[in-house]
């Protein structure tokens, strides 16, 4: 099973709401990842964390925050958005860090009003 | 920095045509992904390449990578409808602090038309 799943499917948050959206794999993965992509653009990598820890931090702001309960769970909180953080939000999972094939869930189309 | 370069950018085909999509790359790469994207949705992995002269079959798609030139393709041969989407090469840093990060390329929105 190359599953992962990402809840909500859709999120609608104002500028002062605080929201999370949730990544899930049983794969056994050690690596997973949280990627921002807007309309007709490659994803951007925002985080990844490896054996739970987190590894890499792509400069992102602090309105957004991960986090990862365990090695099956990715979380990503959200507060105080802007508008032009609308967007697709994908999270990924692989095998490990360094350049397993990595496994994309469906995503949550993010919008901020 | 490992930079990823596609082209074309835009290709519309003709059923049953064949067609070339060309993914250039910057500096050593451990291994080179090709995704596929419809709109809307996720990212589905089509193959994975890992040495020189890799290729790889899967229908009418065949991707193949060259490390001498940093170059890998996608042909796609006979082309039908349901292949309509948009198509990312990616490549993995070989080392430094963005060790294994996944560099994409801009993508390749393919259409094709009856």
């Known amino acids: 099973d190359t599953e992962v799943t990402q809840t909500p499917k859709h999120l609608v948050m104002g500028m002062t709401n605080k929201k999370s959206l949730k990544c899930e794999q049983h794969?056994?993965?050690?690596?997973m990842y949280w990627y921002k992509q807007k309309a007709k653009k490659p994803p951007e990598l925002m985080f990844v964390?490896?054996?739970?820890?987190?590894?890499i931090n792509e400069s992102v702001p602090s309105r957004f925050s991960p986090e990862c309960p365990n090695s099956s769970l990715l979380n990503l909180h959200l507060h105080a958005l802007q508008p032009e953080d609308s967007a697709l939000y994908l999270c990924?999972?692989?095998?490990?860090?360094?350049?397993?094939?990595?496994?994309f869930g469906p995503g949550t189309r993010l919008t901020v009003l | 920095e490992l930079k990823v370069e596609q082209n074309p950018l835009f290709l519309s085909m003709q059923e049953g045509k064949n067609y070339t999509i060309y993914c250039n790359y910057s500096?050593?790469?451990?291994?080179l992904y090709w995704y596929r994207q419809d709109p809307g949705k996720s990212l589905e992995s089509l193959f994975v390449?890992?040495?020189?002269?890799a290729v790889k079959q899967e229908g009418r798609l065949m991707a193949s990578l060259d490390t001498k030139a940093r170059l890998s393709t996608l042909h796609i041969t006979a082309a039908v409808h349901d292949l309509s989407a948009t198509y990312f090469c990616?490549?993995?840093?070989?080392?430094?602090?963005?060790?294994?990060?996944?560099?994409f390329g801009q993508g390749t929105i393919l259409t094709v038309h009856p």
């Open positions: 990924a999972s692989s095998q490990d860090r360094f350049g397993d094939t990595q496994y």
């Open positions: 794969m056994g993965h050690r690596a």
């Open positions: 964390y490896s054996y739970e820890k987190l590894s």
């Open positions: 500096t050593t790469s451990d291994r």
């Open positions: 390449l890992l040495s020189n002269g």
């Open positions: 990616a490549g993995t840093n070989a080392g430094g602090t963005s060790y294994g990060k996944l560099t």
